[in-house]
Every structure is written in C-alpha cells, then in structure tokens.
C-alpha cells in the first residue's frame, strides 16, 4: 500500500469530517473566543470556535473557516498571526491594540454571510497604532 495510501486515507477522513463540521449547522461547539488584531487603523476579528468533537474552527477576515486538530493549534495559529484573544485584554493591551475595552465590542450577526462584513472595522485615525 504504500505512505501514499496512508495520506490518502488521512486525508479522505480530513474530508470527510470537516464537510461533516462544515454542513452541520447545529454542529456542537463547545466554547467560542473572540480574537482580535490592529493593522494600521484597521481592527481584524477571527472568531475560535471549539467542537464537541475537540476540533477548532475559525472563521477569519475573509470569510474563511479554518479547521485544527485541537484548540491549541487554533490558538497557536492566531498567535502566529498577531491576534490576541479579546477576553484576555487588560486596558495597556487594549491601549497598545488602540481599544477602548469599555466601547469595543466583538461582531454579532445571526449567520456567519452577515457576520463577514464586520470581521473588519475601521478605527478612529487617533487610535491607529
């Protein structure tokens, strides 16, 4: 069979789970976080969501739902990319970030379709950082 059978196979199952997380829109999460980022005078939010099943989901700027193994990977991840998690923000990390914590306030929508248009926002040019 073969390492290329394997990766097949790794893969197929990949697939099969994440069009499984992907299409079940009742899908259990376990937890949500809010991330958010500073580039210039534009805040970026990415939303970590952690499954029942243990696999890490997040939505980004884009509109693009990122699968991870586990929650660590996801938050790695965000790190990696200069995000910091919203409920982990005392005032000199908003104050660097260019937040007021007392006015800032995670994206809401009902469907991710109208949560996109606000996964970025435009701050005041005195906050840019």
């Excluded at 580039?39 to 970590?48: E, F, S």
């Excluded at 884009?62 to 990696?80: F, I, N, Q």
Aim: charged fraction near 35%; hydrophobic fraction near 40%; avoid cysteine.
């Amino acid at each position: 069979m073969g390492t290329r059978g394997i990766d097949r196979r790794a893969q197929k199952n990949f697939y099969r789970h994440y069009n499984a997380a992907m299409n079940d829109e009742n899908a259990d999460i376990r937890f949500e976080s809010w991330w958010v980022a500073a580039l210039g005078d534009t805040l970026v939010w990415a939303r970590l969501r952690v499954l029942e099943s243990g696999n890490a989901e997040v939505f980004d700027a884009r509109g693009e739902t990122l699968v991870y193994d586990d929650e660590d990977s996801a938050r790695a991840a965000l790190l990696d990319a200069e995000f910091s998690a919203f409920d982990g923000l005392d005032e000199d990390d908003a104050t660097q970030l260019g937040l007021d914590l007392g006015s800032t306030e995670p994206p809401a929508a009902e469907d991710d379709e109208n949560l996109l248009p606000q996964m970025t926002e435009k701050r005041d040019e005195g906050h840019a950082g």
